[in-house]
């Protein structure tokens, strides 16, 4: 198995890292929104729950 890639993103106050791997997924036509729904959805559950108690799986 080819060994894991990260994408690096520095956003909304945020630094995520991203493991992708090689295995063929079914490609998103618009990605660039695809990742701001991730932040802002990341975004507010930090400021509902904090960082403590905040997961993202």
């Not at 990260?6 to 956003?11: F, G, K, R």
């Not at 995520?16 to 990605?31: D, H």
Request: aromatic content about 8%.
């Amino acid at each position: 198995m080819a060994p894991a890639l990260l994408d690096l993103y520095a956003t909304h106050g945020l630094f995520i890292a991203i493991r992708r791997t090689e295995v063929p997924v079914a490609r998103n036509k618009y990605p660039e929104e695809t990742v701001e729904k991730i932040l802002d959805v990341a975004e507010r559950l930090l400021a509902e729950r904090g960082y403590e108690h905040t997961t993202m799986i």
